[in-house]
């Protein structure tokens, strides 16, 4: 049997639907019939993602003489509620990354000190490194892991971008010839930082609807 064989009678002997076996995986409904037409090929992680799932080989999927359909050895201790774990890992990280938000903002308006912009990037960076090492973790054990690492990606990088664009707009205004206050050039700040994250966040609050 070839793989896309192999994957229309695993999914059938499931039960699935192909949008329900695309919801599972966060993949699209076309990818899974491109998949059992032959026309296209799974992508590693989604490979291992299918073999989970159906609770057999990847040698199993990937070579055309393999017959066994024995569990992989990496599947023998799954994680107990590993989708719990990494969507409270998600709520943590996203309720963290919008803490060191705050503390960017509290710095721009009381401290104004680089020195604390800086540990609050350092924050970001090492905020994203934990929930990296969680997702490798727990993510490969839940369907919607991948999901849910860009969900926080986007919601992450769009907050991260306040100091870096508060700090280009404080030297271009430098070079600006008339007196200002800090007030307007905060507000300003504030919308311009909320007009290149509108689309994004949209995107964001959309998908986790």
């Known amino acids: 049997m070839t793989m ?19 919801e599972k995986l966060g993949v ?3 990818a899974i019939s491109r998949w059992e037409m032959g026309s296209a090929f799974p992508d590693a992680p989604n490979i291992l993602g ?5 609770g057999v080989t990847t040698d199993y999927l990937l070579y055309d003489e393999y017959e066994t359909v024995q569990a992989p050895h990496e599947t023998a201790c799954p994680i107990e509620n590993a989708p719990l774990y990494m969507g409270a890992v998600f709520a943590g990280a996203v309720a963290l990354s919008a803490a060191v938000l705050v503390f960017q903002f509290i710095n721009a308006a009381y401290y104004q000190s680089e020195v604390l912009c800086l540990v609050g990037t350092m924050l970001s960076v090492l905020l994203a490194g934990a929930f990296e090492m969680m997702y490798r973790v727990l993510g490969p054990q839940d369907p919607a892991g991948r999901t849910k690492r860009a969900r926080f990606y986007t919601a992450a990088v769009w907050m991260g971008t306040y100091f870096p664009l508060r700090l280009v707009l404080t030297y271009a205004a430098y070079s600006y010839p008339r007196p200002y ?5 905060d507000g300003l700040v504030l919308l311009a930082w909320l007009a290149v994250g509108c689309g994004t966040m949209a995107h964001f609050w959309r998908d986790l609807k």
Do not use: D, H, M, P
Request: glycine residues 4%; charged residues 30%.
């Open 181 to 185: 206050s800090s007030f307007v050039f």
């Open 4 to 22: 896309a064989e192999k994957i229309l009678a695993l999914r059938k002997k499931e039960g699935l639907s192909q949008e329900e076996l695309a």
């Open 50 to 54: 299918l073999s989970r799932l159906f």
């Open 28 to 30: 699209s409904r076309q």
